[in-house]
């Protein structure tokens, strides 16, 4: 029987609307839900400070250029459209352009790696060791997942630096000169484009080929759409946007190992707690265990 068919006549054309919504909250919470986890977990926290630290501090300069030059000036040709309400549309524009560099200086060549490891660490924190164990070393004795990771025996690549992608942004900054909608407009518009890089690791950990990384990608876009939106407006925020690269990533992969746990469906029951298991089973030998001792005793 139709699921849906048991529902109150008025109720039913609300379930697909509903769906739609629940998708979108639940996607969108995945970028939040990273930042949670990552600061909850300190063996992440050497990733960032070794790495992307000194980033950070190169970025907020870019930042603090762009805003004590390329602000005001801005800021004064919106106001003709916009009135006052121009200082959102030109701090997310100088904040866009503030990205478009740092992407194309920094993120695809120092950035990648990190990324690679965080996410590959949150699955190994799932249990998912046998997803990551056929592409890199692991070091299953180590004290946490981030020390167990090795080096890489196939290509990783969490996100693929593209100039197809920073040339998008640019052609979408303008959408900020709109009054009202633009801003929100650009937000989504390139989060969209970003969320679909969300699981392109885990693809590639599954050997997945170009066209069946886009039907999965088709499957879930209105999700992405969601979880790059936040993720876009987490990495617009100067100074923390770098940390916020990890955190995002942290969220793609608890996205991972939740669509990973309901693929595979809850584990087997051993034969231990097996209800069909007879009483007398436990008494059997097991063959793995040596044979009893031998005694000598005719009667």
Known sequence: MDPQSRLPQPIRPLKRPASYVSRALIAASYPLRGIYYFLRHPAYYPLF???????????SLVYLILFTFAFLPQFAFLAIFHGWGAWINAVVLVLGEGLVIIQGLFEGFFVDECRVDVFDATLLDYGLDGLVAPHR????????????LGKPTTSAVYQPWSLIQIVELIMF?????IPYVGTPAFIIITGAR???????????????????????????MWDYTWFGTVAMILEL???????????????????????????????????????????????????????????????
């Open 49 to 59: 400070l070794s790495r992307l630290l000194p980033l950070s501090i190169i970025s």
């Open 137 to 148: 070393l692991l070091f299953l004795d180590a004290p946490n997942s981030v020390k167990k």
């Open 173 to 177: 900054l303008p959408l900020n000169l």
């Open 194 to 220: 970003l969320g679909t890089f969300a699981h392109y690791r885990w693809f590639a950990l599954r050997g997945l080929t170009k066209k069946e990384r886009k039907a999965e990608i088709r499957s879930r």
């Open 237 to 299: 925020i100067p100074i923390l946007s770098f940390l916020f690269l990890l955190t995002s990533t942290t969220g793609a992969a608890l996205w991972t190992a939740r669509l990973e746990q309901k693929a595979r469906g809850p584990p087997a029951p051993t034969s231990a707690s097996a209800p069909d298991a007879a009483p007398g089973d436990s008494l059997e030998h097991d063959p793995d265990e040596p044979p009893p001792p031998y005694v000598d005793n005719p009667v």
